[in-house]
């Protein structure tokens, strides 16, 4: 029986299905369900001299948060329990997973040949990280 899950999402077609997955497990199992999205930074030595960076970076965060808040209210998710998060997906994922207790995370995958291209290298790296069960659904 789990007590709390985590979805991780990046807004993509797969992960509406998963969302819904993750929704339906927590609901079963009277257990808090949580989000979360990891903005992956962009290496400003990708783009030398390019003045907008700043920028650039601000609107990817506001569109994450709409998207965020967006996918909350149609999980009924309150926003005590949506995490936006900065760095490495795996790295974010697994760490808020191990303060919030979790012992689900659930994620979509989209890959199409061998392990990691199956299950998708962001998926195949958390699950073998994390301390919890793992749910990988696969579009």
């Known amino acids: 029986m789990y007590k709390n899950v985590l979805f991780a999402t990046d807004f993509d ?3 509406v299905h998963a ?6 497990i927590a609901d079963e199992n009277k257990a808090q369900l949580s989000l979360v999205h990891v903005v992956e930074p962009i290496p400003a ?6 003045a907008g960076f700043a920028e650039v970076e601000v609107a990817i965060k506001e569109q994450a948060e709409k998207e ?4 909350a209210a149609s999980l009924k998710v309150s926003k005590s329990h949506c995490y936006l998060e900065f760095g490495s997906v795996k790295n ?9 207790n979790i012992d689900l995370i659930v994620t979509g995958s989209h890959g ?28």
Not at 19 to 24: E, L, P, S, V
Not at 68 to 71: E, F, H, W
Not at 92 to 100: H, R
């Open 19 to 24: 969302a819904h997955k993750a929704k339906k």
């Open 68 to 71: 965020l808040a967006s996918l």
């Open 92 to 100: 974010e994922v697994l760490k808020l997973a191990q303060e919030k």
């Open 13 to 15: 077609e797969v992960g």
């Open 45 to 50: 030595y990708a783009y030398p001299g390019f």
């Open 112 to 139: 199409k040949h061998g392990l990691a291209l199956l299950l998708g290298s962001t998926a195949t790296a958390i699950l073998h990280g994390a301390k919890c069960d793992v749910l990988i659904v696969h579009a």
